[in-house]
Every structure is written in C-alpha cells, then in structure tokens.
C-alpha cells in the first residue's frame, strides 16, 4: 500500500475545517492538520497577491488521491484549489496501519 500526504491551502481556517471534516467523516483521509494562519505570495491574472490563509495537511492512501480532489473541488470556494500529494516515503509503521484502518 502506497500513502500520501495531500496540501491543499483554504480562504479560512473555517473553511479548512469543513473540507477536512468531510474528508475525515467520509473516510477520505485517516487524519487532516489544519495550520490556521499562512501567508501565500503568488501572481494571479497577472497580478501580485499576498493573502492569509489556512494550510490542510491531510494524509490517505495514494489510490484515494483522484476521490480526495474531487471532494475538495466540490468543497471549495477556490475556482483553482491547490491540491498537492507528496508521497510519504517513510513512516512509523503503526502510524500507516492506523491510516489502513481509517480510510476505505
């Protein structure tokens, strides 16, 4: 079984809590950190933006990837959502059981 880590920035930490609880409720993601206050630099439509918003980091299975984004586009106030997998090249054993054990 491969598992990954899943980035995805949110407008708010309210927000954040909504898409990761869904993920989590259905069986999504075994566990979803939400770091509440990030800065983000970026240029969009030309113009450079700064914003605060909130980080999910979200952990599952690689093969739940393609479901995870679906759920969080449907989710999401963004017209493009960041939706970045990492894949998790080594980790407590127990902590992958215990992801195995929570998701589908």
């Known amino acids: 079984m491969n598992y990954i880590l899943i980035l995805c920035t949110a407008e708010s930490p309210k927000q954040a809590k909504l898409i990761g609880g869904e993920l ?23 113009t450079l933006s700064e ?9 599952t299975k690689a093969n739940l990837f393609e479901t ?3 759920r969080i586009i449907e989710l ?3 017209d493009l959502p960041e939706i970045i997998s990492l894949d998790i090249a080594n ?14």
């Open 76 to 78: 999401h106030t963004y």
């Open 91 to 104: 980790a407590n054993k127990g902590y992958l059981n215990w992801i195995d054990k929570e998701t589908l």
């Open 24 to 46: 989590v409720r259905e069986e999504l993601a075994a566990c979803v950190n939400i770091i509440p206050k990030i800065t983000s630099i970026y240029r969009w439509n030309n």
């Open 51 to 59: 914003d605060e918003e909130a980080l999910l980091v979200i952990k």
């Open 68 to 70: 995870v984004k679906s």
